[in-house]
């Protein structure tokens, strides 16, 4: 099984950004699948995640409003749609997928099997 995600950038405030998760060797319809963030010298985050059955989307209050998660079975990929950036949004941005997640566990890295490299997103001021 392999994650690649792909899509990060430069981008000004108020910009916009699609980072999508491709899988190989996994359909990500059987799987809940979270986008997590690690800035420099901070602890990795969860960003937004969706639980398989679309029972449960959930998103960090710091991207509300902002952010949307998406699953594409056809491609079998998982986007995150990035809208109005902020600086503070600036880090490695990875995707991860896992299997018999149930909702309470949904945003615990640990929950999470398969993990993707990640890809830096720069968000300038």
């Known amino acids: 099984v392999q994650l690649q995600a792909f899509g990060g950038g430069l981008v000004q405030t108020g910009g916009s950004l699609r980072l999508s998760c491709a899988a190989s060797?996994?359909?990500?319809?059987?799987?809940?699948v979270a986008w997590f963030r690690q800035a420099p010298g901070k602890e990795r985050e969860i960003v937004a995640a969706?639980?398989?059955?679309?029972?449960?989307?959930y998103y960090a209050d710091s991207v509300k409003g902002r952010f949307t998660i998406s699953r594409d079975n056809a491609k079998n990929t998982v986007t995150l749609q990035m809208n109005s950036l902020k600086p503070e949004d600036t880090a490695v941005y990875l995707c991860?997928?896992?299997?018999?997640?149930?909702?309470?566990?949904?945003?615990?890295?640990?929950?999470?099997?398969?993990w993707g490299q990640g890809t830096l997103v720069t968000v300038s001021s």
């Open positions: 060797g996994l359909t990500f319809s059987r799987y809940s």
């Open positions: 969706r639980k398989w059955d679309g029972g449960r989307i």
């Open positions: 991860a997928a896992g299997g018999g997640i149930i909702s309470s566990t949904l945003t615990q890295s640990t929950a999470y099997t398969y």
